[in-house]
């Protein structure tokens, strides 16, 4: 054999050689995180689902997003498959999620539809004596008590039932005084006189007709109940003292009652007076309706509620004061107005979020502004649309599925390394986050960087690429350098804020 071809044959086997090492090295194991790679959503797409045909970033799980693989498998973490993530995916906000996936996630939707508001408000109250249905027995002049009719508390009583017979003694002068008058005969003048007296000593016209009756004075008396009900207050005993003013009894009447019901102070504003009001006794019981007749201007600083008073009839008095009882109150129908359940609902303390299902499989997360509720409705003000279709229960799970995305995995704000210097979208800041790296490639719109693992998005060490804005990297950077570096993610972009040499003896 000649030397040229023998020379030949070497370099051949030689690079035959070389190729075969190359193929090993790319045939890694497959379920093997992506730490050479330079695989990323925003890296060139080199592979190709042959179920779909459509172009694979990058395979996850899906309980675990945080760590990519750049073949299929089952997952390390779950027993489950790994899930594609396609090119076609990463193209505006939000996140794109397979039927299939969805399905797992136990996502429910739901319409945004128009309703009418009418509602009612549920409430708890307590029954009290009606105050416009009251009475209060007094006496006039000083007495003693020689006999009480009603000796206790909440004892029944019936209009003109006697309640006590009193003794008053300085009625006996005005008395035989008159009664001498009237026997002298002096003239109508000066009876009329006598008898004005008498009235000006509030002596009851029953004791003067039953004084001349019986030619002398009569100087005891009988209280009676001006209205039926129950005694609500019982002032006096058997022989005690009274003076003029002094509250004897105090009668309430029954047959009408108030509620008094806690409202809630964001609820309040939206109970009218004259609006129907349905009360019903703890257990079983009948429902009566009447009517609000005031909502009262002061409110419980512990519990933040204000006192709504309801009027009612209380057939059979069914209803005793101090009973609690359950208060709806019903709200007149009102225009229609937008309106999607309230688990649909996402409220961050800072924002309000529904998240909106696209036709092509995409979850969109929308601030909106929400009014009064309906049931299980509430209202939506601004933000959406009739008949769109939002996620009605999975939004949590959709976050987690999605959290590597600009618009699910921050709407609460991941937690991260802030800066101080972290860009606002609207008026919402990016999270930035820190990392440390060797350089491996510098191109004209970004930089590629073999990072360590990035705690704050659950990322392992990998390769990718991020783009390179000219401020934000030295201008004297190079290939191979230990650099730290921070970024932030804008849509599905990773971009980098600062780039700066890593402190001697850090590993990359």
Known sequence: MKTPTLVSLLVLAGALVAVGAYQLGVHRNPLTPMATAPESPMAPVANVDPKTGRAVLYWHDPMVPGTRFDKPGKSPFMDMQLVPVYADQSAGAGAAISPAVAQSLGIRMAVVRKASLSSSIDAVGVVAQNERATEVVQTRVTAYVEKLHVRAVLDPVRKGQPLATLYAP????????????????????????????????????????????????????????????????????????????????????????????????????????????????????????????????????????????????????????????????????????????????????????????????????????????????????????????????????????ASLKSGLGRLAGVAGTATAAAPMVGSAPLVAHSGTGKVTAIGKDDITISHRPIASLKWGAMTMPFKNPQDATPKDLKVGAHVQFDFVQQGDDYVLQRVVPAPAGTTP
């Open 170 to 401: 300085d009625w006996a002068a005005a008395l035989e005084e008159y009664l001498g008058v009237r026997q002298a005969q002096p003239g109508p003048a000066l009876i009329d006189a006598s008898r004005a007296r008498l009235r000006l000593l509030s002596i009851p016209d029953d004791v003067v007709a039953r004084s001349e009756q019986s030619g002398t004075a009569q100087t005891r008396f009988t209280l009676s109940a001006p209205i039926s009900g129950v005694v609500a207050e019982l002032g006096v005993r058997d022989g005690a003292m009274v003076s003029p003013g002094v509250t004897l009894f105090r009668i309430a009447d029954l047959s009408s009652v108030w509620v008094i019901a806690d409202v809630p102070e964001a609820l309040a504003s939206q109970l009218r007076a004259g609006s129907t009001a349905e009360v019903q006794a703890t257990g079983p019981g009948t429902v009566i309706s009447g009517k609000l007749s005031a909502v009262l201007p002061d409110v419980d600083l512990a519990t933040r509620t204000l006192k709504a008073r309801i009027e009612l009839r209380n057939p059979g008095l069914a209803l005793k004061p101090g009973m609690f009882v359950r208060v709806t109150f019903k709200q007149s129908a009102g225009e229609q107005a937008l309106v999607v359940p309230q688990e649909a609902v996402i409220a961050t303390g800072k924002r309000t979020v529904v998240i909106v299902a696209g036709p092509d499989g995409k979850y969109t997360p929308i601030d909106v502004q929400l009014g009064r509720e309906a049931g299980t409705d509430v209202e939506v003000k601004t933000g959406l649309t009739e008949g769109q279709t939002v996620v009605s229960s999975g939004q949590f799970m959709l976050d987690s599925e």
